[in-house]
């Protein structure tokens, strides 16, 4: 019944409705025992949505949806290696809001929000005001764009893309879409499994429109996270004509095993939402307890080949600083 009440409202009103006090999760699961655990730093405070939340289990401290966003006392932990820019993401920015890392494609930070924080995210330390679109930057953007025509898909990003309005999501489409050479846009976002109800009518209906080809990458990293619900949201944007497809990041603990990915694959499946990639944890400043060594990784994603056939097996990869593309894991060392 809470379930239902919450999923009622409209995407904004649950959006504004995220839970951001540590004592109240605790309290709706039931986990008051846990707060002497729970390190909140000021830069990455805790945001989880109701809807998120109603996936969880009551009780129970080891809920693979909650340990991503619960903040940990190892987050306080400082490991040689983990800094607060992994993929040198500030070295890559030609124009204020815009990532030009990949040859044939741009990714544009429309927004430095995003509706969940989750605890291992690789850009939990990223300098949004210094890298954010300014009121005139569609103009420069698209100067840029058009001056490198080996350029035909653009990434939308943040933050989450998903986490602004529709008027002003369309505004930016409006801009892309009216650049001859662009082909694709990407939507990069968390808010189909946190919030199902952002995919709402305006918005698919918008997209199934555009005269490009839509692609929504969606982040889901555990099959709890596709109830009933959010199936139909996302069977709703495939049927719009969207492709589809998941990356999840490998985390300890949480997903790492042949039974959770398998039951992952299958699920994404069923929701008309294709594997794409699982990525090897960012090394990012507080995540560290997060990681799964690689050989581990490896012998994982060989067990995903004899488990799932080849379309559900998602492509194992780590994202380098300075590196023209994902850099696949060494797949042979277990040959």
Known sequence: MINH???QKN?????????????????????????????????????????FVAKMKV??????????????????IKVTGYVADPLAENDQNPIKGLLHKYQSRVLL???????????????????????????????????????HPEINEVILSGGDPLNVTNRRLFAWLDTLEAIPQLTTIRLHTRLPLVIPARLDAPLLDRLAQSRCQIVMVIHCNHANEI????AEYLQRARAAGITLLNQAVLLKGI?????????????????????????????VAGAAHFDSD????VRL???????????????????????????????????
């Not at 839970?19 to 000021?42: A, G, Q």
């Not at 129970?60 to 306080?76: F, G, H, I, S, Y």
């Not at 995210?121 to 764009?145: E, G, L, V």
């Not at 780590?318 to 850099?327: A, T």
């Open 294 to 297: 690689e050989h581990s990784a």
């Open 255 to 283: 997903n790492d095993s042949v039974v959770i990915q398998t039951q992952l694959s299958q699920h994404l499946f069923a929701a008309g939402v294709l594997p794409y990639y699982l990525h090897v944890l960012d090394k």
């Open 59 to 76: 009780g129970d401290r080891e809920d693979p949806l909650l340990k991503q966003v619960l903040p940990d006392q190892q987050e306080q």
């Open 5 to 7: 009440l919450i999923t």
């Open 227 to 230: 109830d009933t619900l959010t």
């Open 109 to 147: 930070t429309i927004t430095g929000a995003c509706a969940i924080h989750c605890r291992y995210c690789f850009r939990q330390h990223f300098d949004y005001s210094a890298n954010m679109p300014t009121a005139d930057a569609k103009a420069h953007i698209i100067d840029y764009i058009t001056a």
């Open 301 to 335: 994603y060989w067990s995903l080949l004899a488990a799932l056939p080849g379309y559900l097996v998602p492509k194992l990869v780590r994202e380098l600083p300075n590196k023209p593309f994902k850099v696949p894991v060494n797949i042979y060392h277990d040959v």
């Open 11 to 51: 995407w904004q009103t649950q959006l504004s409705e995220a839970i951001t006090s540590v004592d109240e999760l605790l309290s709706i699961l039931k986990l008051e025992t846990l707060r002497t655990e729970v390190y909140v730093p000021k830069h990455f405070a805790l945001r989880v949505p109701r809807a």
